[in-house]
């Protein structure tokens, strides 16, 4: 049953977070271009798509510290520092994407939409929008290392 839990927790975060991290990393760059060019509707196309694939693929991303809960249970290390560090981080990434990523593209694709969101957000807004999203994948990739290095582990890899 822990190679299943395991098989799982990996794909969900291969098919999640990795769409999320792309996407999220690409939306700052067409933003720029989509409110240089706001009459361009090819420019607002990508953007929207960038947020929608940011968001949903967000939401299905709750699979992966689901199943890596049910792993860690299956295989007795949810007191392992590296465990417990590895979930401090993943919730960390979770509020940067949720209080600052989601949020900032939401406020782009609303300045690109019908005009009735708020004021088009500034260069500097969409320059914090890619820092986030460059500290939720620097998160996310340390956990990956946690994951793979896992301190104290009898695989052979580790410390």
Known sequence: MSAFLLSVHVLA?????????????MFPRFARQALDAPDDPRRGA???VLHRITRV?????????????????SIGVL????????????????VVLITAVLPGQRDVVRALG??????????????????HAGVFNVLWAVVVVLMIYRPGSTTGVGL
Do not use: E, H, K, N
Request: net charge positive; glycine share 12%.
């Open 114 to 131: 019908d005009g009735s969101g708020p004021a088009a957000p500034g260069r500097a807004a969409v320059r914090r929008l890619g820092m």
């Open 79 to 94: 007191g392992d520092a590296w465990l417990i560090v590895s979930m401090i981080l993943t919730a960390a990434a979770a």
């Open 13 to 25: 975060a291969i098919l999640t977070i990795g769409p999320v991290a792309v996407a999220a990393s």
């Open 57 to 73: 693929y967000s939401v299905i991303a709750v699979l992966v510290p689901v199943f890596g809960l049910a792993t860690g249970a």
């Open 46 to 48: 990508v953007v929207r």
